[in-house]
């Protein structure tokens, strides 16, 4: 049996990586003070399609819909923004008076496209949702959580593209302006921009065949129909944006491909050698007309997602290493049969306690085992032979010095609180750039 087309398996380093990057992401939210934010990865096929907009490519080609056994028509999550949406309508979530909300999410999205390096049928996004604010701060705040999360990992060449779609009045004018330059030229377009140009013309700038051809580079732009508040609420971004020294390009060919944006979309892009055409790490914008479109009171949102995948690559890509090496505290070695039921009590004593510990499940001999010691990067070995078991002293070893200790039980504790807060390193220390002798090193601090 095989995994299913554009689909992957999480193990062994890559884990290590995407749990560590996980934790860096909650430690970020927390900072920001958003709050984490959970919806089904799947919903009725409604949620996504009126949710997502009937004409998008993720609706038209990329969406897994079913029928369930109860002949329901379901749709797994392809996005994050449309359920979450759903769920803040459905808990009266705008009846909160701590506006805006400000929510963050991350798990799976699944769409059914073409697999390659980059792009998925089964990834992750982690994205941000605001409710409750038309403040032009808040887009800027919005995209400097990814920028800062990008920077903070180490990405140096991080590019903004920003754009306006404008206010619905603004928006309209566009669209009869873009209507009017492309009637001539709809021969030239591919077959699916002749149904975009039919049901949704902003869609044709985000063309990946067409965007080429002439008559694309000459088409007007949304900037340039911007009515009097969209341009205003367009400049304080940008102001905002200067003031939080984030920057960025203006990008009239950003137009985003989903359905639901008002005022500012923006894509974040990384420059990284051997990265292919699947840069973008991340997009977003304003979406003041989606809450009342799936059926709440008219609430302004903003938003992006930033897909997990890719930015790992990146990372990969630049070299940035996200993890600490392993390590535990105690491995313990029963020396046979006899004392294992000895051990096992103290392994499960120690665990509670918070010490990071394991031991020999596989019966190895001494020799065997501090091997596995070393495999395991264990800090101290405890050994229990037969006289370790009938007297309750026991044999520790520093797995690093190779210092032996005779410790009572009752004494254990405390010797290992005591000895693993002390730096072990010795000689080889290279603390104050890259120590690499466990957790409880304070040798940085004291440097
Ligand atoms: P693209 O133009 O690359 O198809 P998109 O407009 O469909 O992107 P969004 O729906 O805005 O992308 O998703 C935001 C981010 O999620 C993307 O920038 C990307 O990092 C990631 N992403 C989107 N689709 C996939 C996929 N199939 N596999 C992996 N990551 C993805
Ligand atoms: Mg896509």
Known sequence: ?????????????????????????????????????????FEASEVFHRGVGDTTDIVTKETYDFKDRGDRDMTLRPEGTAGVVRSYIENKYYGNANVPSKLWYYGPMFRY??????????????????????????????????????????????????????????????????????????????????????KNPLRLLDCKVDCDLEVMKKAPK???????ESKKHFE???????????????????????????????????????????????????????????GGPDTPGVGFALGFERLLT???????????????????????ENEKEFSMSILNALRSLGFKTDIDYMSRNLKSNFKQAERLNAKFIIIIGEEEAKTGVLTVKNNNTKEEFKVKLDDLVEFLDEKLDECNCGDDCHCGDDCHCGSNCHCKEEK
């Not at 754009?163 to 030229?185: C, I, M, Q, V």
């Open 113 to 198: 496209e073409r697999p390659q390096s980059g792009r998925f049928r089964e990834f992750y996004q982690f994205g941000v949702e605001v409710f409750g604010t038309n403040d032009p701060a808040i887009d800027a705040e919005v995209i400097s959580i990814p920028v800062n999360f990008y920077k903070m990992l180490g990405l140096k060449q991080i590019k903004v593209h920003l754009n306006s779609l404008g206010d619905n009045e603004s928006r309209n004018n566009y669209r009869e302006a873009l209507k009017a330059h492309f009637a001539p030229h709809l021969d030239e377009l591919c077959e699916d921009c002749k149904v975009r140009f039919e």
């Open 236 to 294: 304080l971004v940008q102001k905002y944006l200067e003031a939080m020294g984030i920057e960025y390009v203006v990008d009239p060919s950003c137009v985003r491909g989903l359905d639901y944006y008002t005022n500012t979309v923006f894509e974040v892009e990384a420059s990284v050698e051997g990265f292919g055409a699947q840069n973008v790490l991340c997009a977003g914008g304003r979406y003041n007309n989606l809450v009342k479109t799936l």
């Open 314 to 336: 990146a990372l990969e890509y630049e070299h940035i290493n996200l993890i600490d090496e392993d390590f535990i505290d105690t491995y313990i070695i029963p020396m046979s």
């Open 1 to 41: 049996m095989q995994k299913a087309k554009g689909t992957y398996d999480v193990y062994g380093e890559y884990g290590r990586k995407v749990k560590a990057l996980e934790r860096i992401l909650e430690d970020l939210m927390q900072v920001y003070n958003y709050e984490y934010f959970r919806t089904p990865i």
């Open 222 to 228: 949304i900037t340039d129909y911007l009515n009097e």
